[in-house]
């Protein structure tokens, strides 16, 4: 297990990640460029979707590593099978 500097470390890089993948998201629904194409190659940048997707991605290591970082553990997942009996 990493220790209270990496922890940390690892909450600023994800906040800043964050906090660019909003901007871009909020860019992007603001009628920014998609795609466009410079001396015969195309560059396709993310779509709303899985830009989307990624926020919430980091949304959730944020607060996981926050939740470290104040000495709490880290939340779990459990899977349920419901059964018939």
Do not use: H
């Amino acid at each position: 297990m990493a220790d209270k500097t990496e922890i940390n470390a690892r909450l600023t890089f994800w906040k800043n990640a964050l906090e660019r993948a909003q901007t871009a998201y909020i860019t992007l629904l603001d009628g920014g460029v998609q795609s466009y194409t410079l001396d015969g190659r195309q560059l396709t940048k993310l779509d709303l979707a899985s830009l989307k997707a990624q926020i919430e991605d980091m949304e959730s290591k944020v607060d996981e590593l926050t939740a470290l970082a104040n000495g709490k553990k880290a939340r779990r997942a459990y899977a349920i099978v419901p059964r018939d009996l």
